[in-house]
């Protein structure tokens, strides 16, 4: 395999596994306003972010699936963050603090600003804001 060749073209998805993923579902919907398709029979819950592939144009998706944690492995430790591109990210870390949610103080990089809190299960969860080049 060649080290100059990047094999990665996409984010293809997100799995969470969940001992309750209806619960995980509603919370994503209440405080993200994903709304989720439902699989009876992986007991599985999937929302689609829809992008346009840069170069042919071609239509695609990234897939945030929750899914049961029958088969999952057993990992204590979540040594992962979840990062979401927002926008308004003061005026959404507020709407979500209204609805009871620990949310840090919005922080401001070279990189963005930035706010962080953890879903129902204890995954962490970082907010993004691009600074737009005019306000830099």
Do not use: C
């Amino acid at each position: 395999m060649s080290s100059d060749k990047n094999y990665v073209a996409h984010l293809g998805g997100v799995f969470l596994y969940s001992e309750k993923p209806g619960e995980l579902a509603e919370w994503y919907t209440k405080h993200f306003g994903f709304r989720f398709e439902h699989s009876e029979e992986y007991n599985a819950y999937y929302y689609s972010f829809p992008y346009k592939e840069t170069g042919g144009g071609k239509y695609s998706e990234v897939v945030w699936s929750i899914m049961g944690a029958t088969d999952r492995p057993r990992i204590e430790f979540k040594g992962f963050v979840i990062n979401f591109r927002v926008q308004d990210i003061k005026e959404f870390a507020d709407a979500l603090r209204t609805k009871g949610v620990s949310v840090s103080e919005v922080d401001e990089f070279d990189e963005g600003r930035f706010a962080w809190l953890t879903d129902l299960e204890g995954n962490h969860i970082e907010l993004w804001e691009e600074i737009p080049a005019e306000d830099q």
